[in-house]
């Protein structure tokens, strides 16, 4: 008698499935998705899920640290490599047109939409937390321009760094409702315009 040799199971692909996980949360936000969605979107049962990740907000936390090192690290990237804060939030507006409206992935920043109407306060503190970090690395390079004559001694640094960050949102808030490419664009090169000399 022949006995056949089983297959093997297919081994659990965590990159893949915080892929799609990422994808359900940038589009409907940390509220809105639920286990089940969730759960359909990955593939598995709840209790696959559970001990894969633990729970939804540790999902979350993961899906917002692959996020960050995929789509949202851009701005610390052109603070880092550009040779003054104005060329770099130049960068940065111009790329955020590009990659809020990529029709690869959902529209807009996913740290930006994925709190709107979260009853989470731990989940609302922490991608709080992100932006205002993301805030205060504007504030410092403006503040190192400043010090360095690159930018007026009466430069606001904090006004700038936050004036950026409402840009940036507005843009992701905008690219949601459907803003495109070309017209984010627009937004960014007025935005500049107010940049100091």
Known sequence: MVTGQRGRPRSFDRD???DKAMLAFWEHGYEATSIADLTRTLGIGAPSL???FGDKRKLFDEVVVVYGSRYGDFASVALREEPSAGAAMARILREAAEIYTDPAHPPGCMVISAAVNTTSQEVAEALRERRNANLALFE??????????????????????RYAGAVLQGMSQQSRDGATREELEAVAERALLAWPK
Do not use: N, Q
């Open 16 to 18: 893949a499935a915080l």
């Open 50 to 52: 559970y001990a894969a």
């Open 140 to 161: 410092s390079r403006i503040t190192a321009d400043i010090a360095t004559g690159v930018l007026p001694a009466d430069t606001d640094a904090r006004a700038l760094a």
